[in-house]
């Protein structure tokens, strides 16, 4: 059985199937209904409804009614971004006061909706937190004085919440009014509806910037977060009304809203007493349940399979942080093409510019890679006054080497520093310092931790199966990994050694009688970068050398980990390793390593869990390969588990290749942008 579509509009909404949970056939009017079809779905009340109504009606099959769910997107439809939820009305819909609709019916379903309360509260919380709304593009309110004030809420004009709510634009006139009286001391604010500041449509009260106690929000704004600095709010019909019932805020209705009539808004309709008497008290709560638990369907944002309120929240809750933090217009000068067509993902956004020219045009902040970069461009920047942000490779990078052109999976934007370089605080290093995990983010860190040994992930994924020579098993085994030595890590966070031979002399004095793995770097293993030992070199203080091993296999056989700044003292923790640091990476000095140097900046005692949630939770941006979506870290171990799998190693002519293609590729890409 299918579900019909008549509407070409509709059928461009991807995912319809996961909303409507059945199968769904684009229809023709001039032909006959095939017999499989057991409901017709239309848009809301739209007039261009009219002839899949009739033809539905004259075939003896249901109507769904669909619209725009209360937690939509990031930005408005208008723009024409899909919508990640929707409601699915099968009696009327949620704004028609003139009959129950399937919203109304389930309000009253008390027992359905008391099973779902501690999930509404819940919800609830992370709303108000994140300051979510129907649309989730705009930033927060600022105000700049603390005057007392009331908001009034403008709708588009000839919405159909508007007629179908029983109200028309007297009804927006009598509001504005009623506000007016009713608050001689305060400003009354009027909110503009999200479409009209886009220029798609226009609103009903306009003409009112001459008027003295009249300030109109025409900036977009975040809903919820100008609720923070108004006393009371008056409506018409739009749902605005319900997000400040929610806010904790006493509202005033003019119109018919589907949250009206409930017992818990002040309501001035002349029909106010017929809607109550349909509708009877409910508790806020139940309202939620069911408008935004029931009412409405959702779809994971990734997959664009069914999902629920909770996967849409996340994503926009990310969705929003990654805008913020690259807010303005960006110049990351001096980059390689392949460079560019990387860090695009990483750093556009639907709201801000991103230059790559040595123009040094007028921008918010110069991002560089690393602090090769910075040493670079600082002066440049300085001399604009802006500041200079550095980008790096994430924890949990690729199946594959950056130098070998693999794109990454996770990248960080550090605006104080880099969590390699000890000379100086970092974002990272100021999360460790200062950030206190709650329950549910220790939970979620030990989670992704057990998850990460479990599927045997690092930072680059690769590498040949290797074992232990049978005759070092009763020994203890040291693992030392080795390092790229014009690597800036070391330069910024190895006050000591700063070598790989002269790390392996000192461990092999610190442990004489321990059984030495060396693990080159493999982009000196393939002789992308500086820091090759000889053989010969390396077994003086080595026993063996595991050259192309995998560096799992290397940590999970080894008791202890020596290393400069290599981040697998880092994973070796993640395996309950024992980790010996004679430099000063992001992860020593909390009391986790044994450690040569100290650092006057880190002076808390971390348990691994916080190590782990912000290194690679709250520090590093995660962007799906193909989708190009910001990305949960858990999102990103699925990604590499399904790549490892797939991965088989190249040769070095293969991978060298592949380069040169990949070079290609992001020229191409970068063209067409």
Request: hydrophobic content about 40%.
């Amino acid at each position: 059985m299918a579900t019909g579509i008549y509407s070409r509009g509709m059928w461009r909404i991807p995912h319809l199937d996961s909303f409507l949970l059945t199968e769904c056939r684009k229809l023709c009017l001039y032909r006959r209904l095939p017999k499989d079809i057991h409901a017709i779905a239309v848009w809301g009340y739209r007039p261009g409804t009219a002839r899949a109504v009739k033809k539905s009606r004259l075939a003896n099959l249901p109507v769904i009614r669909l619209e725009d769910g209360f937690i939509r997107s990031l930005r408005p439809g208008v723009t024409g971004e899909a919508p990640l939820a929707l409601v699915v009305d099968e009696e009327g819909i949620y704004y028609d006061a003139s009959r129950p609709s399937t919203l109304e019916r389930l309000v009253q379903d008390n027992t359905g909706n008391q099973l779902r309360i501690a999930e509404a509260k819940q919800a609830i919380s992370l709303i108000l937190k994140h300051q979510l709304s129907k649309y989730n593009h705009a930033p927060a309110f600022r105000a700049d004085n603390s005057e007392e004030a009331v908001l009034v809420v403008d709708q588009t004009r000839n919405d159909m919440a508007v007629r179908y709510g029983n109200a028309d634009a007297l009804s927006f006139r009598r509001m504005l009014e009623a506000a007016l009286a009713e608050n001689p001391q305060a400003k009354v604010w009027v909110k503009i509806h999200p479409d009209v500041l886009c220029g798609k449509k226009t609103g009903y009260l306009t003409g009112l910037e001459a008027h003295p106690r009249v300030r109109i929000i025409a900036e977009e704004v975040a809903p919820l977060s100008l609720l923070r600095h108004v006393q009371r709010v008056y409506v018409v019909t739009s749902h605005y009304g319900f997000e400040a019932l929610l806010a904790g805020k006493p509202v005033v209705c003019f119109g018919q809203p589907w949250y009206a009539g409930w017992g818990l808004t002040d309501d001035r309709h002349p029909q106010a007493a017929t809607l109550a008497a349909r509708r009877q008290p409910a508790p806020l709560e139940h309202l939620f349940v069911a408008a935004y638990l029931r009412y409405s369907r959702y779809i994971h944002p990734l997959t664009g399979r069914p999902g629920t309120l909770f996967d849409v929240i996340d994503y926009l809750q990310r969705q929003r942080q990654f805008c913020a933090t690259r807010a303005g217009d960006l110049w990351a000068p001096g980059l390689t093409l392949w460079k560019r067509a990387i860090l695009t993902p990483f750093l556009k956004t639907p709201f801000s510019g991103l230059s790559f020219t040595k123009a040094r045009p007028q921008t918010t902040a110069c991002v560089v890679w690393g602090t090769k970069g910075e040493q670079r461009w600082e002066s440049a920047a300085s001399a604009r006054r802006m500041p200079v942000w550095r980008m790096e490779d994430g924890f949990l990078r690729s199946v594959g080497l950056g130098s070998d052109l693999h794109a990454p999976l996770s990248l960080v934007l550090d605006k104080q520093g880099i969590y390699y370089d000890a000379t100086r605080p970092s974002d990272l290093e100021s999360l460790l310092q200062h950030s206190e995990l709650n329950q549910s983010e220790a939970q979620r860190a030990k989670r992704l931790r057990l998850r990460l040994t479990q599927a045997r992930l690092c930072k680059y994924n690769f590498g040949e199966p290797w074992r232990l020579p049978e005759y070092a098993k009763r020994e203890s085994v040291v693992l030392v990994p080795g390092q790229v030595e014009d690597d800036a890590s070391l330069q910024t966070g190895a006050p000591g050694i700063t070598t790989n031979l002269a790390l392996l002399r000192a461990v092999r004095q610190a442990r004489p009688d321990a059984f030495i793995v060396y693990k080159p770097h493999p982009d000196v293993s393939y002789g992308h970068r500086p820091g090759l030992i000889t053989p010969r070199e390396a077994l003086r203080w080595a026993d063996v050398i595991a050259e192309k091993a995998d560096i799992i296999d290397c940590i999970r056989q080894a008791n202890e980990i020596h290393t400069m700044t290599s981040l697998c003292g880092f994973e070796g923790l993640l395996h309950g390793k024992k980790v010996f640091c004679y430099g000063l990476p992001f992860y020593a000095g909390w009391g986790l390593t044994t450690d040569a140097f100290s650092s006057p900046r880190r002076t808390r005692i971390l348990t691994l869990d916080a190590l782990v949630y912000q290194a690679l939770i709250a520090y590093p941006t995660y962007i799906h390969p193909i989708s190009k979506k910001v990305i949960a870290v858990e999102d990103a171990v699925d990604y590499l588990i399904c790549a490892t799998a797939r991965a088989r190693p190249s040769p070095v002519p293969l991978a060298r290749y592949l380069r040169l293609v990949r070079e290609l590729l992001a020229l191409t890409s970068l063209k067409h942008r």
